[in-house]
């Protein structure tokens, strides 16, 4: 069965920098969700989309900004990069709003700031 | 206020001992839904199970149990006759249903070390 892809899986920048992350939902799913985990911590609810719409907010810098396409992908947009922004992102996606308990994780995307 | 909190940070057993990983919980909802996942040194989310909060029934899968007690907002798991292989961190999360849009909360994670 298909499943969430995030590319990339690992990504190196340096501070200052900017960088994209993409997620590619489950096919048919139409919410996607972005976490953020920094190292020894649990994921953190970054945002979230639904039909192309942001659906909810979290703990998301300024810096950061994220949208979904008309094929449901979405992409996580990271500007002015810091030292604290290395962590793992993953990507989750769901189906319709009501059944957005069975969420779906991508493997994740690991960037490094240096 | 933590809405999923899982007090053990770390843990410790020698292979083939039972270990439980404590979860509590705290919502106002009456419907939720509480998960286990387990995470490698890899990074992935391995998704172990789902809990429905009508379903107080408790579950067997393999050497894996979960004990679900909402009079006490407990959602506590057990591994029998550990093994190396399990040693990975554990997270507890709770997703609630009072919005469409349900965001998970997960609690801090245990990491379990299993050794030979």
């Known amino acids: 069965a298909a499943g969430v892809i995030q590319s990339p899986r690992h990504l190196i920048k340096e501070k200052r920098e900017t960088a994209t992350l993409k997620c590619y939902p489950i096919?048919?799913?139409?919410?996607v969700y972005w976490y953020q985990q920094g190292p020894g911590q649990d994921p953190q609810f970054l945002i979230s989309f639904y039909e192309k719409m942001q659906s909810d907010k979290g703990s998301i810098p300024d810096r950061f900004s994220a949208q979904q396409f008309s094929d449901y992908h979405s992409e996580l947009n990271m500007s002015s990069l810091e030292l604290g922004d290395s962590a793992l992102y993953f990507c989750?996606?769901?189906?319709?709003?009501?059944?957005?308990?069975?969420?779906?994780f991508g493997p994740g995307t690991r960037l490094t700031v240096t | 206020a933590q809405k999923v909190t899982q007090a053990q940070t770390e843990i410790s057993v020698v292979e083939k001992e039972d270990v439980t990983l404590d979860c509590v919980y705290e919502?106002?909802?009456?419907?939720?839904?509480l998960f286990w996942y387990k995470q490698p040194p890899s990074g992935e989310l391995v998704f172990l199970i789902r809990r429905n909060s009508f379903d107080e029934q408790n579950e067997i899968s393999g050497r894996y149990s979960w004990n679900f007690q909402k009079s006490t907002s407990s959602f506590n798991f057990t591994i029998t006759a550990s093994q190396v292989v399990d040693s990975a961190v554990y997270f507890c999360?709770?997703?609630?249903?009072?919005?469409?849009?349900?965001?998970?909360?997960f609690g801090s994670g245990t990491k379990l070390n299993v050794k030979p």
């Open positions: 989750a996606s769901s189906g319709a709003g009501r059944s957005s308990y069975e969420q779906y």
């Open positions: 919502t106002r909802d009456t419907t939720y839904y």
């Open positions: 096919p048919r799913h139409d919410t």
């Open positions: 999360a709770l997703s609630e249903a009072l919005y469409n849009f349900n965001k998970f909360y």
